[in-house]
């Protein structure tokens, strides 16, 4: 589960179709997956509990093994002597031939123990480290969200990553309407998106619309950002230059050219990972979109630009939903070095801006460090002043109390997704 550090959306469907996995027993397996990555913490805590060896002495066979297992145990409704069973018989498979009694007996340690006694026993002081315990986040993630949220809210935030999400496409513009991918889908329209349909089940890959390029997966949020940067006010005329200086993999890149298409505008797309540079001109196909592998902190591209994007390299704490195993990989000294590269990226942006024109400020992520404080020190040190983003979208309800919008998974059904606009001073 951990030994090629890999994201499970991306190895674990593969492994279902390499396994001849399908109906119920994809779903179950998917969901011990899924579940075990997402309480991996409050497991590991309850293992600690009950075993004579530190963790980090265990081999990541036998210690995931135990994960599953002890999920199994907490979690399900599989039966205890198959849980501890097939644990075993995990840790044989693996190899570990002699750990079977030494995971045999710490299995039949938890079974033994009534499962919220044992979470009561375990849950450290402190509200809100009580709560991040409960809802399986660092503490550090839940102290974040709870600089945004009230108290009160705080649970429900944090629930929401633990919500399964479902699946948002987007209907290119100029090829098909909302309406007509949800009537060719049997899906949904999105409640805030013009674009957006919502697919509760089934595999988007297999989808026509999406196989001849007519539609794609994207978070709504994320469409509401890319036409934000669209349809948000210039002063003078739009001469149909607009940039996304951090594109890849290049989903608002897309739904921008495919709005430029339609606008006679060009879009310019800077990535500076040559990888993620060819994923979007995979997904951009031939649309109005030129891609530059740069660095967008100086891309050596002409200033003047009506309309940027910066889609701000973040920590991704809005997407934790999506990835159940990145709250446990992700750590809070790595927020200062994105902070630094935000602002670098926000300035870049500025210097090739011409005046009137406006940038999209947006990250995947609820923390101030990356939101708001950019935002704010932006005001304070560039040319720049805010306009009201919530000009720029449908009625959402709370999206916060700022002239930037903060969405939520809890509140909204999307990853949590903040943007701000700035507009360049004449």
């Known amino acids: 589960m951990h030994s090629d550090d890999a994201f499970a959306n991306l190895i674990l469907p593969k492994s279902l179709r390499a396994n001849q996995l399908e109906g119920r027993d994809a779903a179950f397996a998917t969901e011990l997956a899924y579940g075990t990555l997402r309480a991996e913490g409050v497991l590991d805590a309850i293992i600690g509990e009950h075993s004579s060896r530190g963790l980090d002495t265990l081999a990541i066979e036998v210690l995931d093994a135990l ?89 429900d935030a944090l629930e929401g990553d633990s919500q399964r999400p479902v699946v948002h496409l987007v ?42 390029g007519l539609a794609a997966v994207q978070d709504e949020g994320s469409q509401l950002i890319a036409r934000a940067v669209v349809e948000a006010p210039l002063e003078g005329e739009d001469q149909g230059r607009w940039l996304d200086l951090c594109a890849g993999p290049g989903g608002k890149a897309a739904l921008m050219g495919s709005l430029a298409r ?92 011409r005046p009137g024109g406006v940038i999209v400020y947006s990250t995947c992520s609820p923390d101030l460090r990356e939101t708001r404080n950019i935002v704010d020190r932006a005001l304070a040190e560039l040319d ?15 999206v916060g109390e700022h002239k930037s919008v903060q969405m939520w998974p809890h509140r909204h059904g999307t990853d949590a997704m903040f943007f701000a606009v700035l507009r360049k001073n004449p």
């Open 384 to 398: 720049v002043v805010e306009d009201n983003a919530h000009d720029l979208i449908p009625d959402m309800g709370d």
């Open 171 to 212: 209907a290119r513009p100029g090829e098909i309407t909302a309406e007509e991918l949800a009537l060719m889908t049997g899906s949904d329209e999105g409640k805030y998106s013009p674009y957006a349909v919502y697919m509760d089940s089934g595999d988007p890959g297999d989808l026509e619309p999406v196989q001849q």
């Open 262 to 353: 339609m606008d006679g505008a060009v879009v310019d797309a800077v990535e500076v990972s040559e990888h993620r540079a060819q994923l979007v001109k995979k997904t951009v196909g031939d649309l109005p979109v030129d891609v530059h592998v740069a660095d967008g902190r100086n891309p050596g591209l002409e200033p003047g630009y009506d309309r940027i994007l910066v889609d701000a390299p973040c920590s991704g704490l809005g997407a934790l939903r999506r990835r159940p195993e990145a709250r446990w990989r992700k750590s809070e000294s790595d927020i200062a070095e994105l902070s630094t590269l935000q602002f670098e990226l926000l300035k870049s942006a500025v210097s090739l801006l």
């Open 67 to 155: 994960r599953v297992g002890t999920y199994q145990l907490m979690y399900t409704r599989v039966e205890p002597h198959a849980a501890v069973d097939t644990t075993v018989r995990l840790v044989q498979a693996a190899g570990h031939e002699k750990a079977k009694g030494f995971v045999n007996g710490i299995m039949r340690s938890i079974t033994r123990a009534n499962p919220e006694t044992l979470l009561d026993k375990l849950t450290p002081a402190g509200e809100i480290e009580a709560l991040a315990f409960r809802h399986a986040h660092p503490v550090w993630i839940a102290r974040s969200f709870a600089q945004v949220v009230c108290q009160e809210e705080l649970a």
